[in-house]
């Protein structure tokens, strides 16, 4: 009498291969939509909320007061600038200055309160003080001082802007921006003759 034919279950080395394949393949797929995913965020963080630093211009500079007396001078310095916010968010500066120098040294100096600045928005910023007398001299070949008694004085104006924006209301980044000026000064009246930015 024949014995009746049995079917061989299914190997499990089989089944463990084709389920290893599927989790390979899940993953696999996973990675590269998490990949694309980082792609597209870090895109969309360069081209749009990526900090930039502000952009100074500084439009003019005027002397309200001027006066010679001894070789020294002393006047008082006003400047007007615009300081742009290119951010699309807000600009927050407290760490800013300006200040002016005569043959290198510092002369005359100020903090810009702090405040700020809403994204993507322009904001004009006057600036006026007092310098103290200065001597209008230079050191001569012998050590001595030599006082110039020209027509023209030159000094120059540096003006900072430092501080934070926030991207996406999590992230504080520093953003700062820097400008200088060469200004020249007639002497005889305190009249700017030419301003370099």
């Known amino acids: 009498m024949a014995k009746p034919h ?70 008082t310095f006003s400047q007007n600038a615009f300081v742009k916010n290119p951010n699309r968010a807000l600009f927050t500066h407290y760490d800013s200055s300006l200040q002016l120098l005569y043959s290198g040294n510092q002369v005359g100096f100020m903090f810009i309160p702090a405040g700020h600045i809403d994204a993507g928005r322009t904001k004009r910023m006057a600036a006026t003080f007092s310098v103290q007398s200065f001597p209008l001299s230079t050191p001569s070949a012998d050590g001595f001082n030599e006082v110039k008694v020209g027509s023209t004085m030159e000094i120059e104006s540096r003006m900072e802007m430092a501080g934070r924006v926030k991207v996406l209301y999590l992230f504080s980044h520093r953003v700062e921006a820097k400008a200088g000026c060469r200004v020249a000064i007639g002497v005889s009246d305190g009249s700017v003759l030419g301003l370099h930015c």
């Open 6 to 75: 049995r079917e061989r279950p299914p190997s499990s080395s089989s089944s463990s291969s084709s389920s290893g394949r599927t989790n390979l393949a899940s993953c696999l797929v996973a990675t590269v939509f998490l990949i694309f995913l980082l792609i597209v965020v870090l895109l969309v963080y360069f081209t749009v909320f990526k900090p930039h630093d502000p952009k100074i211009s500084i439009s003019a500079v005027h002397l309200p007061s001027f006066s010679v007396s001894n070789g020294s001078v002393s006047f």
